[in-house]
T-cell receptor
Framework: DVKVTQSSRYLVKRTGEKVFLECVQDMDHENMFWYRQDPGLGLRLIYFSYDVKMKEKGDIPEGYSVSREKKERFSLILESASTNQTSMYLC?????????????FGPGTRLTVL | TQLLEQSPQFLSIQEGENLTVYCNSSSVFSSLQWYRQEPGEGPVLLVTVVTGGEVKKLKRLTFQFGDARKDSSLHITAAQPGDTGLYLCAGVGSNDYKLSFGAGTTVTVRA
């Protein structure tokens, strides 16, 4: 059974803290993505990666950075958490090629910044 | 980013009734996907439609891609409580590989 796992389901942090969200996939997918999901706004792409050590900005990269040192792992970093980063964070992965970028999602991390 | 608008935002129906969810855009997509997300979980892919005018059926769910590849619909026949969830459409742009998601339709099927 294919799987995308995220390090935490729930996380509570204080303003100004550095936050790491980890994502691991076991499907040997080339592409990995980080989204945030807020009510009424749908999923918004923060960053994505087409290969190890490669990263591309999505639609809302401000306040975030990412790291992809291994093919199976994609980390999202909040350098200095702020209350407006309270959200559900979803990681996803997909194959390159004629798979129409069909994405497999992890269960999400609900982050609260106080 | 290409905008996808979903309607309605919320839908509450009785078990056994039919429902339709719409996904519309002014942009052309090379393909369009539908996902369902249950509370506390990530979205799960239901179907991908690729060809304009295409109709795909998945048990009681029928998906249609508009002829111009700008819109799509999801129809559920004889809805069941297990169909409850957030339904998301997502389009793959003609010029890039990224997915653009709609805001979703929350469907509640009452027993």
């Amino acid at each position: 059974d294919v799987k995308v796992t995220q390090s935490s389901r729930y996380l509570v942090k204080r303003t100004g803290e550095k936050v790491f969200l980890e994502c691991v996939q076991d499907m040997d997918h080339e592409n990995m993505f980080w989204y945030r999901q807020d009510p009424g706004l749908g999923l918004r792409l923060i960053y994505f990666s087409y290969d190890v050590k490669m990263k591309e900005k999505g639609d809302i990269p401000e306040g975030y950075s990412v790291s992809r040192e291994k093919k199976e792992r994609f980390s999202l970093i909040l350098e200095s958490a702020s209350t407006n980063q309270t959200s559900m964070y979803l990681c996803a992965s997909s194959f390159t090629g004629e798979h129409y970028n069909e994405q497999f999602f992890g269960p999400g991390t609900r982050l609260t910044v106080l | 980013t290409q905008l996808l608008e979903q309607s309605p935002q919320f839908l509450s129906i009785q078990e056994g009734e039919n429902l339709t969810v719409y996904c519309n855009s002014s942009s052309v997509f090379s393909s369009l996907q539908w996902y369902r997300q249950e509370p506390g979980e990530g979205p799960v892919l239901l179907v991908t439609v690729v060809t304009g005018g295409e109709v795909k059926k998945l048990k009681r769910l029928t998906f249609q891609f508009g002829d111009a590849r700008k819109d799509s619909s999801l129809h559920i026949t004889a809805a069941q409580p297990g169909d409850t969830g957030l339904y998301l459409c997502a389009g793959v742009g003609s010029n890039d590989y990224k997915l653009s998601f709609g805001a979703g339709t929350t469907v509640t099927v009452r027993a």
